[in-house]
């Protein structure tokens, strides 16, 4: 249960410190060169959101607001058999203290096998173990 929670406390603390700009501005340039220089491969990169051989959709990198990457959410032949699963989520309004309403909407997401594959990195990250991709509407936010 222990993964679970964990989780659970990483969906849940999705929103809730925003605009941390000037903070990551620092911690930025604290980083060595070799760092700088993988992030900014990232920054406006691209991912795939794939089911196996599936591919859900395409997301492609905007901006940062750390510690989430933002992006446009282009749908793939795959959206179509999820996007319920991920419109329940993105539904979640108000306090969900215990974390209950949020494992509720999630878990359903999770059992899919869901994988995240960045356009110049070959190895796929799992959802919820390795990231998190919340999507609304045409937007996404991945957060590693």
Request: aromatic residues 10%; neutral net charge.
């Amino acid at each position: 249960m222990g993964g679970a929670v964990a989780v659970l406390d990483r969906a849940l603390a999705w929103d809730a410190a925003p605009g941390f700009m000037s903070w990551a501005a620092e911690a930025v340039r604290a980083l060595p060169v070799a760092h700088l220089a993988r992030w900014e491969r990232v920054v406006n990169g691209t991912w795939w959101l794939t089911q196996g051989d599936t591919r859900i959709g395409e997301l492609r990198q905007y901006a940062i607001d750390q510690p989430t990457f933002l992006c446009r959410f282009i749908p793939g032949p795959g959206w179509e058999g999820v996007r319920a699963l991920f419109e329940s989520w993105a539904a979640l309004r108000g306090p969900d203290t215990d974390g209950s309403r949020t494992a509720q909407a999630i878990k359903p997401i999770m059992d899919l096998g869901l994988t995240l594959v960045a356009e110049d990195e070959g190895r796929p990250m799992a959802l919820f173990r390795e990231c998190i991709v919340r999507i609304d509407g045409d937007t996404a936010r991945v957060r590693r």
